[in-house]
């Protein structure tokens, strides 16, 4: 209930995160959880980047984009979890409109950025299998990094597009979220005003940042298929199939878990179930894609073995 419209968006506002759970007994085990999560995601993508900077096998465009998404996994989830342990820690649920504006915005960059890493990766494959002697041309270093600064601005854009929208809508005093941390969508439907052209806004850029780029990983892969059947040797159609295996289960993992998300939120009306439905999108993917590259990826075995040596002050 709209008790007060706030038509300046410049008055501080807080604003009430729920969370996953009210039940207290429940809190120090959630809290546990996502603190492990959390240093087991930072952990585990920092030394994926280690090990692509220290071995120089792995200077490769492949690995380039790899060493990006593992940064922008520990963004994106170090703009969740921590709020979150600090609400969980203090029992203090609120944040200011601004800091919920700016955690929504943040997470709409890095969401954005990762559909076009994944989408630039499956590319980067199809160029290695389909055209292999043309791949050190076509994918040459200012390619590799052209294309993620192109990437990185539009996702800004984005984020900062959602944003400015947001600003133009007109907000209650009693502002309450059922989720663990802002989204745009989840800020917007808090607005008195109407907020139709910002849902159609989402509808559209969800449809073109996340669309094209599972449309180009679709493309790249029905071509590389086609590609790795005509092999006439099994030992090369096994090598170019496991070069492609940790990408795929990634994308897999990262799509799987959104569309999961979306189908949920149309399905249930709870919206607390909702919320720990997007815990599978925004905090299980970071997580397990350092583990999914390590365990699948033969070159990203040997290369953390040597980092782990020398942590360790092995003998490689």
Do not use: W
């Not at 300046?8 to 429940?26: A, C, K, P, Q, Y």
């Not at 298929?225 to 289960?249: D, I």
């Amino acid at each position: 209930m709209c008790h007060m419209e706030v038509k300046n968006t410049s008055v501080v506002l807080d604003i009430f995160l729920h969370g996953l759970t009210d039940d207290t007994e429940l809190q120090p085990f959630i809290f546990g959880f996502f603190l492990c999560t959390y240093f087991t995601t930072i952990f585990g993508n920092l030394l994926i980047m280690f090990a692509i900077n220290c071995d120089s096998h792995l200077h490769t465009p492949m690995y380039f984009f790899l060493c990006y998404l593992s940064f922008n996994d520990m963004y994106l989830i170090s703009i969740i979890v921590p709020k979150m342990l600090l609400n969980i820690q203090t029992q203090d649920h609120r944040i200011t409109f601004a800091g919920c504006l700016s955690q929504g915005c943040f997470v709409a960059v890095c969401v954005t950025f990762e559909c076009f890493l994944l989408g630039i990766m499956a590319y980067d494959r199809y160029i290695a299998i389909c055209y292999p002697l043309r791949y050190t041309v076509l994918m040459n270093t200012d390619f590799c990094v052209i294309v993620v600064l192109i990437s990185l601005f539009i996702s800004i854009i984005n984020g900062l597009l959602h944003s400015l929208m947001i600003l133009h809508l007109s907000f209650c005093r009693d502002l309450e979220i059922l989720h663990f941390f802002c989204e745009i969508a989840q800020i917007i439907k808090l607005a008195c005003s109407d907020s139709l052209i910002n849902n159609i806004l989402i509808f559209l850029t969800a449809s073109i940042f996340a669309g094209v780029p599972l449309f180009g990983i679709i493309f790249s892969y029905v071509h590389i298929v086609s590609t790795v059947l005509k092999m006439p040797s099994s030992e090369g159609k096994y090598k170019a199939f496991s070069t492609c295996g940790s990408h795929l289960s990634v994308v897999f993992l990262f799509y799987g878990t959104g569309f999961g998300v979306y189908i949920t939120s149309e399905v249930i009306d709870s919206p607390k179930e909702i919320a720990v439905a997007s815990v599978m999108y925004s905090i299980v993917p970071p997580m397990l894609n350092p583990f999914v590259y390590s365990l699948r990826n033969r070159d990203m075995k040997e290369a953390l073995k040597k980092v782990i040596c020398r942590l360790l002050f092995c003998d490689v």
